[in-house]
């Protein structure tokens, strides 16, 4: 039990609609990063907010898009739908200049 | 694109027995981490190693780093069913960020 956790857990949605997930990040962690992952893939990073502000950005297109809170909440927001954007999206917390990472459970993002 | 390579992609073994996962990675780093992921969910942290270590143990697992080949392996000895899940190596780069590049993962699995 890391202390992330992640909303929803499942989420269905149709092609061309937009999506937000949501991330409570560990007490006392001021960074998130999210991830994506296909299935029988490694994750692959697609940003990074510390303190509220974009520190850092994968290769995703513009239609990925984020926030983060004062309380270090975070969303994850994709416009615009593809099939290919089914995956496993996980979020991620740390301590700002500490590498270690704590993950949530994931949300798993079906799109048809 | 995937930093680290994980090898081998499979790998299945009695309980017992002890199981030794290799990653090799493309560019120079802060810190590799190995992470476990029990059927596409959360990952969970097991280890970090510095840059400047080689040799690392935490419980049954045993991590060594080899900066001059670029490669990282993986022991976990006296495996149990319960150590069944996919690992994943994990590179940070220089500057010590928590963007995190994961290689394609080992999926091992510990027969009763």
């Given at each position: 039990e890391t202390g992330v956790t992640q909303s929803p857990t499942h989420l269905i949605k149709t092609r061309g609609q937009q999506v937000t997930?949501?991330?409570?990040?560990?007490?006392?962690?001021?960074?998130?990063?999210?991830?994506?992952?296909?299935?029988?893939?490694?994750?692959?990073?697609?940003f990074q907010?510390?303190?509220?502000?974009?520190?850092?950005?994968?290769?995703?297109?513009?239609?990925?898009?984020?926030?983060?809170?004062?309380?270090?909440?975070?969303?994850?927001?994709?416009?615009?739908?593809?099939?290919?954007?089914?995956?496993l999206y996980l979020c991620a917390s740390s301590v700002g200049g500490r590498a270690e990472a704590f993950f949530g459970q994931g949300t798993r993002l079906t799109v048809v | 694109s995937q930093q680290g390579e994980e090898d081998p992609q499979a790998l299945s073994i009695q309980e017992g027995e002890n199981a030794t996962m290799n990653c090799s990675y493309?560019?120079?780093i802060n810190n590799l981490q190995w992470y476990r992921q029990n059927s596409g969910r959360g990952?969970?942290?097991?280890?970090?190693?510095?840059?400047?270590?080689?040799?690392?143990?935490?419980?049954?697992?045993?991590?060594?780093?080899?900066?001059?080949?670029?490669?990282?392996?993986?022991?976990?000895?006296?495996?149990?069913?319960?150590?069944?899940?996919?690992?994943?190596?994990?590179?940070?780069?220089l500057s010590g960020s928590e963007k995190l590049v994961f290689g394609k993962g080992t999926k091992l699995t510990v027969n009763p």
């Amino acid at each position: 039990e890391t202390g992330v956790t992640q909303s929803p857990t499942h989420l269905i949605k149709t092609r061309g609609q937009q999506v937000t997930l949501r991330c409570s990040s560990q007490s006392g962690h001021n960074t998130v990063s999210w991830y994506q992952q296909a299935l029988g893939q490694g994750p692959q990073f697609i940003f990074q907010y510390y303190r509220e502000e974009e520190n850092g950005r994968g290769n995703f297109p513009p239609r990925f898009s984020g926030l983060q809170f004062p309380n270090y909440s975070s969303e994850l927001n994709v416009n615009a739908l593809e099939l290919d954007d089914s995956a496993l999206y996980l979020c991620a917390s740390s301590v700002g200049g500490r590498a270690e990472a704590f993950f949530g459970q994931g949300t798993r993002l079906t799109v048809v | 694109s995937q930093q680290g390579e994980e090898d081998p992609q499979a790998l299945s073994i009695q309980e017992g027995e002890n199981a030794t996962m290799n990653c090799s990675y493309k560019t120079s780093i802060n810190n590799l981490q190995w992470y476990r992921q029990n059927s596409g969910r959360g990952l969970v942290h097991l280890i970090l190693i510095r840059s400047n270590e080689r040799e690392k143990h935490s419980g049954r697992l045993r991590v060594t780093l080899d900066t001059s080949k670029k490669s990282s392996s993986l022991l976990i000895t006296a495996s149990r069913a319960a150590d069944t899940a996919s690992y994943f190596c994990a590179t940070a780069g220089l500057s010590g960020s928590e963007k995190l590049v994961f290689g394609k993962g080992t999926k091992l699995t510990v027969n009763p």
